[in-house]
Every structure is written in C-alpha cells, then in structure tokens.
C-alpha cells in the first residue's frame, strides 16, 4: 500500500514536471518567434549624404523636403537592383561616345546622368508621349535643336546629333535660369512651366517650386544616380569588368545616294540587318531616301566588337564601376 502511494507520488511529480518544462518551452519558444525576422533577408536604408555638388553647383540636404526626397531616390535606386546593375553596364558603352560630346559643347560632365534617368542609356528608348532617344526629344522639339524627323530618319535615336541637341537645350536653359538645376527641371517639365511656375509661386529657386511628381523628383533623381555610379560597391552592386557592355568600334560608311534596300546594303556591308539597325536606330525605314547634296554616315559594327571573346581584357571605362 505504502509502495503504491509512493509511486503515485512520483509519477504525479513527474507529470508536474513535464508539463513545467513543456510550459517553459513553450514560452521561449513564443518569445523566440515574437523577435524572430519575419523575412530572410534584412533590408538597411541608404544614407543620405549631409551635401553633394552636382555639376559645380553645391546641394545640402538639412531641409526636411530635400532629404526626403533625397532619401526616395537613392533608395530607389539601391533597391531597384536589375534596372541600376544594368544602367551601369550600359555606361560602359554609352558614357565613352557622349562624355567627350558634353565636353566639347561646355556642358557639365555631370549633365551625362540626365541621360541615364531619360532613356535608362536605351537610344531606342521611345516614351508613352512619343518622346525617343537618348535624351527623350519629342517630335516637335528635336527639328527645333537640328534633329532630322521624317519618316526615313529621326535623328533623336541618334547618340552623337541628339547629344549635342541637349547639350544646346540646357545651354539655352542655364542661360536663361542661370542655374543647371533649374536647367535640368527644365528638360523634364519645359521652359514655359519653370518660367510661369517661378513668376507664379514668386519663388528664387527652381527647387522650390510646387510641381508634378515626376518633376519634383527629376533632379534628385540624376542626384541619386551621381552617387550610385560613383560608388556601386558602397550601394551593393559588385561587378567585374568582364561583365560590363563593351565599347564598339565602327567602320563609318558616308552615303550620299538613296539606298532603296537597308537589308541588302546590310549584307552587303557585312552585317546583318538587325545589327545595321541596332547601332544606327535613326534609321527608321526599310530604305533611306537622300536628297540633293544631303548625305549620312552610317556605322557599321566591325566583326571584332560583334563578339566576347574568353580571356579577352575587359574595357573598363571606370574603374570605380569594377571589384577586380
């Protein structure tokens, strides 16, 4: 009897026990889950720079709507990871043909990355509002800046002439501001807003004006994009030169004479048609008409750029692009 009572006894503290410990556990393990992350990967916030210059002009970021908006973009752009990882490619290509452009027109180097949140480096880039190029001339303000638009060849899609056409734009623009960033607000919402829009809201400075989103963050935007390509490690983005767009080379053919076949004057050059087209997209028919004394100069990709070659040494157009 006294065996049987004893027995119960431990097998009561037993149960006690285990339920203490399943209790204790479960406890932990709820606070294990209540501060677990929710995701597997953690997510850290860009710092915004307390100042930047941007094409010789000094920007600080104190002011509340200046960091703010700051803040979205350089975000953006850190966390917009297969567009930024391909723009910075792309520089590789595009940035060597315009940089030495924008130099020779005056304009601030820094101007290049207008480019970059235009047409993200794509010359056949074309906009819902018809807007294409590399600069995102519409149809009716190319011909103003010397770009050809016909239904044979529209010179917005084309790197060189549509470059030194912004570089005459904002020239205009900085003229008439005497500032690059009103300048650039300019390229994006028009001379005739900015300049009704400053008159209106009695403001000294394009910045602060009341304006579209699109815009509004315009400028900040090209900001961002600076700081991104300057430093692609600091923002997560590691690339090696071998990964990079390489830079083409070209045979310039000069045309003075109608062509009434592009695909057989292709061939005929060596290339294919689609190639002939995708390095010279302001070509936009099938043939090309050319007037009386009129005459183009088409590029013709040279068989070597056609091609990666394994072991070849990469063309690196900056270094800072590249972890080696």
């Known amino acids: ?133 590399l600069w995102q001339f519409m149809p009716t303000t190319g011909p103003e800046y010397g770009l050809e638009v016909t239904t044979d060849v529209d010179e917005r899609y084309h790197i060189e002439k ?47 004006l009341w304006l579209v989103e699109e815009t509004s963050r315009y400028y900040f935007r090209m900001l961002s994009i600076k700081l991104v390509f300057e430093n692609p490690s600091q923002y997560g983005f590691i690339l090696r030169g071998d990964q990079l767009y390489k830079p083409m080379k070209f045979r310039n053919v000069e045309v003075t004479s109608s062509i009434p076949s592009l695909v057989d004057f292709a061939k005929e050059n060596g290339v294919t048609y689609a190639q002939l087209k995708d390095f010279n997209s302001w070509l936009r028919n099938t043939k090309l008409t050319v007037k009386p004394g009129k005459s183009y100069t088409i590029q013709i990709p040279t068989k070597e750029s056609l091609y990666y070659k394994r072991g070849e040494k990469p063309v690196v157009h900056n270094p800072k692009w590249v972890v080696e």
């Not at 480096?121 to 190029?133: E, K, T, Y």
């Open 162 to 208: 549509s470059t030194v056409a912004a570089s005459k734009f904002l020239k205009d623009a900085y003229n008439k501001y005497g500032s690059w960033s009103a300048a650039a607000l300019s390229y994006n919402g028009g001379q005739g807003r900015i300049t009704r829009e400053l008159s209106n809201q009695k403001a000294d400075s394009a910045l602060d």
């Open 1 to 133: 009897m006294k065996k049987s009572i004893i027995f119960s006894i431990i097998l009561s503290a037993i149960a006690i026990t285990s339920t203490a410990i399943l209790f204790i556990s479960s406890s932990n393990a709820e606070k294990v889950n209540e501060s677990r992350p929710l995701v597997l990967s953690m997510t850290a916030s860009a710092n915004v720079p307390d100042e930047m210059t941007f094409a010789g002009e000094k920007i600080v970021f104190d002011r509340y709507d200046f960091r703010e908006r700051m803040d979205r973009e350089i975000n953006s752009f850190t966390y917009f990871h297969s567009t930024t990882m391909m723009l910075i490619k792309r520089a590789n290509r595009i940035f060597p043909i315009i940089e030495p452009i924008l130099k020779e027109n005056g304009m601030p180097d820094d101007l290049k990355y207008l480019a970059v949140i235009e047409s993200n480096l794509d010359s056949r880039s074309v906009s819902p509002a018809r807007a294409a190029g």
